[in-house]
Nanobody, 123 residues
Framework: VHLAESGGGWVETGGSLKLSCAAD????????MGWFRQAPGKGPEDIAT???????NYAESVKGRFTLSKDNANKALYLQMNSLKTEDTAMYYC??????????????????RGQGTNVTVSS
C-alpha cells in the first residue's frame, strides 16, 4: 500500500477533523502530493496540493478553513479541517505523482492514490 488515509468520521456542522495520509518512502518523495474529495453523485474536487518545495495551493471552497501539512519525519500528509460544512461531506483521498507540475485539477488523475476516508458533516 503506497498511501493510506485515516481520520475520517462523523462531525456536526462547525466541527473539526484531522485527516492523515501515511505514505511509503518512494511515494512521499514524489513531486506533488495532495488531497481531493468526491461527494456522492459528484465528480472529484481537488482540495489542496503541496509541491516538492513545500508550496501549497488550496481550492477556494476550503481556503481559510482547511490546512494541509507535511510531516517529513513520519512520511505523512495531513489535512486539518475546521469550520466544517455539510457540503464538505465526501470521501477524501490523498494522492501523489512525480514529474508533474503541481496544480489543482491534477490530483484525481494521479497514479498513486489511497483508498479514501469518509467524512460526514451533519447539521
Amino acid at each position: 500500500v503506497h498511501l493510506a488515509e485515516s481520520g475520517g468520521g462523523w462531525v456536526e456542522t462547525g466541527g473539526s477533523l484531522k485527516l492523515s495520509c501515511a505514505a511509503d518512502e518512494d511515494t512521499f518523495s514524489r513531486d506533488c502530493m495532495g488531497w481531493f474529495r468526491q461527494a456522492p453523485g459528484k465528480g472529484p474536487e481537488d482540495i489542496a496540493t503541496i509541491d516538492y518545495d513545500g508550496k501549497i495551493n488550496y481550492a477556494e471552497s476550503v481556503k481559510g478553513r482547511f490546512t494541509l501539512s507535511k510531516d517529513n519525519a513520519n512520511k505523512a500528509l495531513y489535512l486539518q479541517m475546521n469550520s466544517l460544512k455539510t457540503e464538505d461531506t465526501a470521501m477524501y483521498y490523498c494522492a501523489a505523482e512525480s514529474k508533474v507540475i503541481c496544480f489543482l485539477g491534477l490530483l484525481s488523475y494521479m497514479t498513486r492514490r489511497g483508498q479514501g476516508t469518509n467524512v460526514t458533516v451533519s447539521s
